[in-house]
């Protein structure tokens, strides 16, 4: 038998940490702090911007004797990998046609428990098993057409609204290792999306912030194991819930990916695990389109997560991420993401679209 902390901890014991932890939030919760310093999406590249922990930066603040209003949040992204250059993002700011508003108070919060929200996610498994699904070549590309805008957030941890946009996109399907991820279309612009590399560099394989159709296949089809293996994968940074990690993982996969029907089965089956999931009676996409949520709320950052789906069909529509506090990040109903999916394809070649054999 191994000594007390010889060895990594199981992830079903983080898992089981994580649904304890989910107990104390049946009473009422204590004051929320502000969110430190918002989060940030670019084309769907889903970048938090983070500061330290709230326990370690009550500490070093009390030992400098400054407190969370005064000190100036330190900017922290997960995801390096997936950073566009600099011309690119400058552009892709500019490529931006309607307002992202700060939603009514009371929108988003009207779940009815975690029973009702696994009996749906359940259901929506079931109608993705069912569904049919042409396998993607490595050498094609999965299109996304799809409305999107992210929250524009400063140093100083205050968010500026961002403007919706209706982009298409070309993911790259080779498992890789590429430097070009995808290419996406605004505005009659065309921008690559490349990973910033050192010199030499071959590029990124296929994974989990790279998912291609034949990386999704590889993956357990069994929902416990799937959140095993998602739980290892999925990275946080200080001061997200690893849960909330975990399920924002997925929404990703979900919005960016064409995948076998076992794989997104699964995917809803893992969600239905994830301690803290809500269903919403009525939810609305960045089009209009009225549906059914799934949401989870990160109380330690004050922001919620929600998954649209349509009322009738259960077909996936798009999500959305905003603020659940007021803070000096936005007011409470603050969007800071949010994505509706219009159109999905295999297409052959970068720029070429749906029913067209030429870009």
Not at 123 to 131: D, G, L, Q
Not at 154 to 167: A, F, K, V, Y
Request: with cysteine.
């Amino acid at each position: 038998m191994n000594a007390a902390g010889s060895g990594p901890r199981p992830i079903r014991v983080e898992r089981e940490e994580e649904a304890r932890e989910e107990l104390p939030r049946l009473l009422p919760p204590p004051p929320e702090r502000d969110l430190p310093s918002g989060r940030h999406s670019h084309h769907k590249d889903r970048l938090m911007q983070l500061i330290d922990d709230d326990h370690s930066r009550t500490s070093s603040g009390q030992a400098s004797g400054d407190t969370p209003q005064t000190r100036q949040p330190r900017l922290r992204l997960p995801r390096p990998a997936l950073w566009m250059p600099a011309a690119a993002l400058a552009l892709a700011g500019a490529l931006t046609v309607g307002l992202v508003t700060t939603m009514d108070s009371g929108y988003g919060v009207e779940e009815s428990g975690g029973d009702s929200a696994v009996v749906l996610l359940d259901r929506i498994a079931e109608v993705a098993a069912k569904t049919e699904a042409t396998p993607v070549r490595d050498d094609q590309l999965v299109y996304v057409r799809s409305l999107d805008a992210g929250a524009e957030c400063q140093e100083d941890g205050s968010c500026e609204p961002g403007r919706l946009s209706e982009r298409e996109a070309w993911w790259s399907q080779e498992p890789g290792p590429v430097r070009k991820l995808a290419e996406f279309y605004e505005n009659g612009d065309y921008v690559p999306l490349r990973e910033l590399l050192p010199p030499g560099s071959p590029g990124t394989p296929a994974g989990v912030d790279r998912p291609t159709y034949q990386w999704l296949a590889s993956l357990p089809t069994d929902p416990d194991e799937l959140l095993d293996e998602l739980y290892r994968l999925t990275k946080t940074v200080k001061g997200e819930e690893k849960a909330q990690a975990v399920f924002d993982k997925i929404g990703e996969l979900l919005n960016t990916s064409v995948m076998p029907p076992r794989t997104a089965a699964a995917l809803y089956g893992a969600a239905a695990k994830i301690p803290g999931v809500e269903r919403v009676e009525d939810a609305v996409d960045p089009a209009g389109r009225h549906g059914v949520g799934i949401i989870r709320v990160d109380k330690r950052v004050s922001w919620a997560t929600e998954w649209i789906f349509d009322r009738d069909t259960l077909t996936y529509l798009g999500e959305r991420t905003y603020l659940t506090k007021d803070s000096r990040t936005g007011k409470k109903g603050t969007v800071l993401e949010e994505t509706a999916i219009l159109k999905r394809a295999i297409v052959d070649d970068y720029r070429q679209r749906p029913g067209s054999t030429t870009n």
